[in-house]
């Protein structure tokens, strides 16, 4: 079963201390929005975690005032389906579900001259962070590019979170363009539960849209393999006996 590691390392130097984050791949078994909702939730998920992260400030998708305006490219309401990230043109894995991606603006009002009306206008287009939930298998391509994130080893992509109905066909498609991780949220690890875990992946896109409804996702996406549970980690710190640790609240 493969295991989370989460390694803390503190470092002295000229009487200031600070704390630094080292994550691991390990395959050991273990010792012990108000954002609308957009993409729906997944059939099934596949695979399974066995990498460490931190959490990393976010990077904000806009600042958002009392007059922005939310401008989706078209409005629809989605049956529940599977959900797939797709990276390069290649569908990497199911998500157990993913939202966001929305166009923002921020609605500029202004008059011209001595004119009484008051005039509008769309400011600043930008789009919102994709939140994506999984489980996933470390073997699986994208699973790098999680992985480099706390290295700071930052890498954009380009792909899309593709939403298909129970026959597989593609009922929704919302692409992206030069999106970096901006955030990695660990769940609450518990030593006596064997509840599956799952990260959420903050995404932030340099633009977002909706794409096309032709194709259909793989079926090779739903293909179970080992999950990694909540109960599946290690933690260590320099200096201190951390075997007795058997719960950690998410990070």
Known sequence: ????????????????????????????????????RFLGTAAGVTGALAVSAIESGRADAAGISENTATLPATTRSFARGPVVLELGGTQQALLKSADGGDTIAQVITYRSGSEPVAHKQIGN?????????????????????????????????????VVGDFNFAVRSRREFQQAL???????MLDASSKDLGYFTIGVTPEHASDGSLKGSISKKSQNVQKRWQIQNFRLEIDGLDCTRVNKIDSF
């Open 125 to 161: 287009v930008k789009y919102e962070d994709f939140a994506l939930l999984t489980n996933f298998d470390i073997e699986l391509p994208y699973a790098q590019w999680i992985v480099n994130m706390p290295n700071f080893q930052v890498t954009r992509k380009n792909g899309a979170v």
């Open 1 to 36: 079963m493969p295991l989370l590691l989460i390694r803390l390392s503190c470092v002295l130097a000229s009487g200031d201390s600070s704390e630094g984050w080292e994550g691991q791949m390990s395959n050991e078994r273990s010792r012990v929005s108000t954002r609308r």
């Open 181 to 187: 991780i901006s955030e990695i949220t660990i769940p």
